[in-house]
């Protein structure tokens, strides 16, 4: 396995590239399927877009530490293994989302806070309608991994009610 990179590596990059904001971006996979959450509509979010679990991070945060909360926060699942870094990818509000995909040993209970619905899809499936984010997401995970990811316009998933977290 690789070693997991430096955050504040990653940060200083980041600043030398005029980078105000990193965000993570986790690609959570269980059995050969990825984890989509759904999007509740609030403010200038699409009721019904999934994406991946994404959120801020601070220059002096431990990278691994991050990613754990970032999921666990996300979902309540506890990530098992050491992030594969698959993505850098600029915004113009200099912004950078640094993505990684983990894997998590159990896929249930998901209990959901920030989003209305998940699903775990195979991509090689039709995925459901996703952010533009998350579709360049997939796409790079698709090429890396030899999978063809297809995204459907309209196509939603089954609904799973989100259950607590546990011990």
Known sequence: M????????????AQRDG?????LGVVVRHDDKVLLLRRPAVGDAVEGEWEIPTGAVDPGDNLHL???HLVRDSTCL????????LAQLDYPAHERLLVFAVDVEVSEPIELID???YTWTSLVAETPLVTETTSTVLAIYGRL???????????????????TCGP
Do not use: F, M, N, W
């Not at 980078?19 to 965000?23: A, D, F, K, M, R």
């Open 19 to 23: 980078i105000e904001q990193l965000v």
């Open 145 to 163: 991994h030899g999978i063809h990811a297809r995204q459907r316009r309209g196509y939603h998933p089954p609904r799973h009610d989100p259950d």
């Open 66 to 68: 991050a990613l754990t």
């Open 2 to 13: 690789s070693e997991v990179p430096d955050l504040g590596l990653l940060a200083s990059a």
């Open 115 to 117: 989003h209305d619905a």
């Open 78 to 85: 506890y990530p098992g293994s050491v992030p594969q870094v």
